[in-house]
């Protein structure tokens, strides 16, 4: 049973920076994507970023480039997003997720995720 677990999330003020971290427990397979996910209130949750097991070809939502950076440490089965230059408009639940289906990563939809963490809150102050 997979499990995953995010850390990070808390409040802080437009233009400040959060990371957020996922620690995952009882993976059995290799070679999956690393993703993270957000759900504001009264909205649909969203794509925000994507990681191969390799680190190449990361994708990010529109929304959060140059913001926002994933990175994973496969050896301790971490992820990892720094959030930086925030907007009231990042305010969401995060979840951290794992995808299996390696076509997925550029079109990356929440039923494509096989795995979910139970999310953190992110809130950005104006």
């Known amino acids: 049973q997979v499990q995953l677990v995010e850390s990070g999330g808390g409040l802080v003020q437009a233009g400040g920076s959060l990371r957020l971290s996922c620690a995952a427990s009882?993976?059995?397979?290799?070679?999956?994507?690393r993703a993270w996910f957000r759900q504001a209130p009264g909205k649909e949750r969203e794509f925000v970023a994507a990681?191969?097991?390799?680190?190449?070809?990361?994708v990010y939502a529109d929304s959060v480039k140059g913001r926002f950076a994933i990175s994973r440490d496969n050896a301790k089965n971490t992820v990892h997003l720094q959030m930086n230059s925030l907007k009231p408009e990042d305010t969401a639940v995060y979840y951290c997720?794992?995808?299996?289906?390696?076509?997925?990563?550029?079109?990356?939809?929440?039923?494509?995720?096989?795995?979910w963490g139970q999310g953190t809150q992110v809130t950005v102050s104006s």
């Open positions: 990681i191969p097991w390799s680190g190449g070809n990361i």
């Open positions: 997720a794992i995808v299996r289906d390696l076509r997925r990563v550029a079109m990356m939809r929440p039923s494509d995720v096989d795995s």
């Open positions: 009882g993976v059995t397979f290799r070679n999956y994507i």
